[in-house]
T-cell receptor
């Protein structure tokens, strides 16, 4: 079946612009996660959703970052007034659930490479 | 406070068994231990998960001692294609972002 998809695969923008990154999770997965990965570092947690609600957004670095998942499927990560330091690969993952007790297997997408000039 | 500690890098040769150890001294009762593998330009991929003792699947084994303060990922007979970064995570569903901290991982390089 189809895995997690992310669009666009690459995004180049200018400092100060607004960007949206999209994630299509695996069908039927109720949990969705966003991470940011800089070169040479591990993925850094940003936010995760259980259904439509953000269960934990403690990883969002500041109020320029926002994510939504209005229908409990597709999610959009929104970054306002982009800065050069926002340049990274943004990864999305989904899992069947995030409330089973044990940590559910996350299935990752290929990521969106964001470059802020 | 980092929940896990892993070696930054390891080298081995094709056909060898490779063991990567992760320290998690502050592991909580509810926490599971999960390992992911990541190749360049790809998202991480689940390898194995365990709670205690030993877990084995078609690609790896996971050894967890009784005190659960560490775990060892064992890759039997590695090949060049096992060159990747390996991450150890500790946490549980519903435990929030603590269980979603990847750290820097272990960069495993396999040589011919």
């Amino acid at each position: 079946g189809a895995g997690v998809s992310q669009t666009p695969s690459n995004k180049v923008t200018e400092k100060g612009k607004y960007v949206e990154l999209r994630c299509d999770p695996i069908s039927g997965h109720t949990a969705l996660y966003w991470y940011r990965q800089s070169l040479g570092q591990g993925p850094e947690f940003l936010i995760y959703f259980q259904g439509t609600g953000a269960a934990d957004d403690s990883g969002l670095p500041n109020d320029r970052f926002f994510a939504v998942r209005p229908e409990g499927s597709v999610s959009t990560l929104k970054i306002q007034r982009t800065e050069r330091g926002d340049s990274a690969v943004y990864l999305c993952a989904s899992s069947l659930t995030a409330t089973s007790g044990r940590t559910d297997t996350q299935y990752f997408g290929p990521g969106t490479r964001l470059t802020v000039l | 406070l980092a929940k896990t500690t892993q070696p930054i890098s390891m080298d081995s040769y094709e056909g060898q068994e490779v063991n990567i150890t992760c320290s998690h001294n502050n592991i909580a009762t509810n926490d599971y231990i999960t390992w992911y593998q990541q190749f360049p330009s790809q998202g991480p991929r689940f390898i194995i998960q365990g709670y205690k003792t030993k877990v084995t699947n078609e690609v790896a084994s996971l050894f967890i001692p009784a005190d659960r303060k560490s775990s060892t990922l064992s890759l039997p007979r590695v090949s060049l294609s096992d060159t990747a970064v390996y991450y150890c995570l500790v946490g549980y569903s519903g435990g929030g972002a603590d269980g979603l901290t990847f750290g820097k991982g272990t960069h495993l390089i396999i040589q011919p």
